[in-house]
């Protein structure tokens, strides 16, 4: 079972065993891990090292592999160190010898690291379409919901925004967050393939085939750097974890929304759950749970950089601690995508709670003020002016356009007709927007 033990005196230990082996996590890896050592093949004879009839011996046990793990007919599992070590034992059981021709020129260091970057790069592709998907599923909620509602600052209203522009702000960051992934898939793209253990080998290979069979861009301009890096790991776990710091800051809105207390929002019910003991309850449990798994998420990108912090180079076994914890924000940031996409498709806006929120939040006070400078009356004066026509309005327990022009002069003469249409929210918001792009 095992791909090593010739200066060995001695069992491994029944512990130890269990302790080093990765394949009950990195069976994840056996497509990439077929698909590179396909590469691998062709490229050995093309250089001469392996002859026609070995090549397609080779292609052929390792393509009955591949279709019988996917018809289910062979299981990953056993007592192998690794998916690299199933795989050649089990193509040695179906070919025989020639199988043992397999692993020339290569270690499992480079091949480990050209199964990851080739998973990781499927990963980031996928992603960036998943992030496409949500700002499109984004932009369709902002673009049927124009109504005006209250931006807020400290959480305390603040200015007229819409609930098209707050939307579209979530737009904006997930552009980004598509762009990050794009990047990092782009940095991503070098063959490490045949690096070898740290240092190459004798044999003379072709690492521009391999890596152009395996569409990548280029191989990797440093041995030692192939096999010993992982930051492509890296730059996608950051890319997950600010993708989850966006999400769960969306998550936190749509929960305090759908609260009785601001009701601007109705959670669809396919997306919440109900109290054991509260009849009444719907909860946002799939917002919360985003907001949950962010932290999750942060905890891998923590843990990678922390297991690489201090490994010298070139390839330490430190780094199978790459695997799980990559899995897992993977399979953590795909979930959320998709419900926080479902959710959306579904929310319920109420226009009138929003519109209602706006009027109750003095939130044209600034524009009084813009008003009072438009009639000469210094900014600061005004903002003064400003916030006593709020407290009269506060005492009588009326929105200031609800006052009467001879209130309003009664605190500043300036005002005339004019400021019930210029500080109309509908328009306020207008001039507001011009400036801005989506
Ligand atoms: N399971 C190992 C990993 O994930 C594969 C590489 C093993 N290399 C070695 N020299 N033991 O990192």
């Known amino acids: 079972m095992k791909l090593w033990g010739g200066r060995f005196q001695k069992d491994e230990n029944k512990l130890m065993e269990d302790f080093n082996s990765s394949l009950p996590f990195d069976k994840r890896l056996y497509k990439q891990d077929i698909i590179g050592s396909l590469a691998h093949v062709e490229m050995l004879n093309k ?59 290569r270690s499992r260091n480079d091949q480990v690291a050209v199964d990851m970057r080739l998973f990781a790069k499927e990963n980031g592709q996928m992603l960036a379409e998943m992030m496409g998907e949500l700002m499109e599923t984004t932009k369709t909620l902002a673009d049927n919901n124009c109504h005006i509602m209250p931006g807020y600052t400290h959480l305390q209203r603040a200015q007229v925004v819409t609930f098209k522009q707050h939307m579209m702000a979530y737009y904006s960051m997930f552009r980004r967050d598509k762009q990050r ?111 949950g798994k962010t932290g999750r998420v942060y905890g891998a990108l923590m843990g990678m950089l922390t297991v690489m912090k201090g490994i010298p180079l070139a390839y330490n076994k430190d780094m199978q601690e790459d695997k799980q914890q990559y899995f897992d924000a993977l399979d953590t940031v795909i979930s959320c995508i998709s419900i926080m996409n479902e959710m959306l498709k579904t929310l319920k806006v109420n226009a009138d709670v929003l519109r209602g929120a706006v009027k109750a939040g003095f939130l044209n006070a600034t524009e009084v003020a813009d008003y009072l400078v438009t009639k000469g009356v210094a900014f600061r004066d005004a903002h003064k002016i400003v916030g006593e026509i709020v407290l009269l309005c506060e005492s009588k327990g009326v929105a200031i356009e609800d006052l009467s022009l001879e209130e309003l002069n009664g605190v500043s003469p300036n005002f005339t007709d004019d400021i019930y249409d210029f500080i109309e929210y509908e328009k306020v918001f207008e001039k507001g927007i011009k400036k801005e792009l989506l």
């Open 181 to 291: 992934l794009e990047n990092a898939v782009e940095l991503m793209d070098e063959s490490p393939l045949g690096c070898g253990a740290l240092a190459g080998t004798t044999h003379s290979i072709d690492r521009s085939y391999t890596a152009e069979k395996l569409g990548f861009k280029k191989p990797v301009d440093n041995f030692m750097d192939g096999v010993s890096d992982r930051d492509y790991l890296l730059e996608m776990l950051s890319a997950f974890s600010i993708i989850m710091m966006h999400l769960s800051r969306l998550s936190e809105e749509l929960i305090i929304w759908s609260s009785q207390e601001f009701r601007f929002v109705q959670i669809d019910d396919a997306y919440a759950t109900g109290s054991s003991i509260m009849p009444q309850k719907k909860n946002p449990d799939a917002a919360e749970l985003i907001r």
């Open 47 to 105: 250089s001469g090292i392996l002859t026609d009839e070995e090549k397609s011996q080779i292609i052929g046990g390792l393509s009955s592999i591949l279709e019988d793990i996917e018809a289910g007919k062979l299981l990953i599992e056993g007592n192998y160190e690794d998916i690299h070590s199933f795989m050649e034992v089990n193509l040695i059981e179906r070919i025989g010898e020639v199988g043992k021709k397999l692993h020339t020129s």
